[in-house]
């Protein structure tokens, strides 16, 4: 991992002289494909990564095929879901998917471990790194268990469309995002559908009232 690599994550830049020395020898720089298979549920976690451009989508999908996305790994970012198996010694519970081509260092779980023994600076970036993503995956939580789909969909669709006020996706997808059921979100865009909020064709939702889904949120 060059001095350059290290640059794209401000908590590594005052690495002690040994840490660094270590981390430079041991990291591995990656270009993962979009559309590729990170890791999967139950497999053993082997390296801990470090995203410098691209974005991760890390999901869980239950034994009746039903799917959440959890969080996205993007720019200067890693995952916790890699940090809790790399500490606890356990296995992936999750899966991720490479979204777009991803930039990455990989860094091996043997060095992760004497990095954290050693350094004091890498201590800090990974537990750093973990408490905000553990935050964001509690609101994640609180916004599946205690608020409203409608609310939500609303939410989402003014955050994600683009400058033409389209959003390229199905009824799947949106699903999948916001952690319910296809069934559920077809009948909630339906119902924004008949309200003149949205204009619904074959994976694409396009937000004709944006004032509306903004008062509703």
């Not at 992936?92 to 350094?119: G, M, Q, R």
Request: glycine letters at 4%; one cysteine or more.
């Amino acid at each position: 991992m060059s001095v350059v690599k290290i640059t794209n994550f401000p908590g590594l830049q005052s690495l002690e002289k040994e840490a660094k020395v270590i981390l430079e020898g041991a990291a591995q720089d990656a270009l993962v494909p979009a559309g590729t298979l990170v890791f999967t549920s139950g497999a053993v976690c082997e390296n801990y990564l470090l995203v410098i451009d691209g974005s991760v989508r890390v999901q869980m999908v239950s034994e009746n095929g039903r799917e959440i996305v959890l969080y996205r790994v993007e720019n200067g970012q890693t995952c916790i879901m890699t940090t809790t198996c790399l500490m606890s010694h356990e296995n992936y519970t999750a899966e991720a998917v490479t979204e777009t081509d991803v930039n990455a260092v990989i860094v091996p779980a043997e060095t992760f471990h004497k990095l954290i023994d050693c350094s004091h600076v890498f201590r800090t970036f990974v537990f750093s790194s973990y408490s905000t993503r553990l935050a964001d995956l509690l609101m994640l939580v609180d916004e599946v268990a205690f608020h409203r789909i409608d609310v939500r969909l609303a939410k989402f669709l003014s955050e994600r469309m683009d400058d033409r006020h389209q959003l390229k996706t199905t009824h799947q997808e949106l699903a999948v995002e916001l952690g319910s059921a296809r069934e559920v979100i077809s009948r909630q865009l339906k119902d924004f559908e008949n309200r003149g909020w949205v204009k619904l064709s074959r994976g694409q939702v396009e937000v004709t009232n944006l004032k509306a889904l903004e008062k509703l949120m």
